[in-house]
């Protein structure tokens, strides 16, 4: 009986850490999808951008808010629809001016989303577009601006730094 105790508690904890780790990595896969997009509108490239978008999209469709404590999944669900809102005009934008323009908002809701929830498993820099005068999220604290792309790369600073997540 001992070792039927010892054996279900080993398959508990197993299960437990399996459903941790896929946690992770869907936050990860959303935030790494939100990336794809900024890097894709720091090319210029209207359509790499749409693809990135629907990317981001299923990763946030995909991810586990059934997982969530009743706090978060009242902050999950306060942000989500406005980013599934914002992805999508991105997605089905053609024109790259177009796209830029709404993910100025999508930046804004993800960085809300990622602050509440803590997404984060590496550092975040929120930078700020002075001439636009709205914010983006890098993985990086170099400064390559999505809403201007070539014409003005390097324009913007690092306004905060979200300390990575464990």
Known sequence: ?????????????????????????????????YYGVKNALITGNSSATGAKAKELLSALSS?????????????????????????RDVAEGSDISRQREHFASLSENMYNLIKALKLNSAMVYKAYCPMKKSYWLSESAA?????????????????????AVK
């Open 1 to 33: 009986m001992k070792k039927l105790k010892i054996l279900v508690c080993a398959f508990v904890a197993l299960s437990v850490s399996r459903v941790n780790a896929q946690s992770i990595s869907s936050k990860d896969d959303i935030l790494t999808a």
């Open 63 to 87: 991810f586990p808010a059934d997982q969530l404590t009743a706090g978060d999944k009242a902050a999950w669900l306060k942000y989500t629809g406005k980013l599934q809102s914002d992805v």
């Open 143 to 163: 400064i390559k601006n999505p809403y201007y792309g070539n014409q003005m790369l390097t324009c913007g600073e690092v306004q905060e730094t979200l300390p």
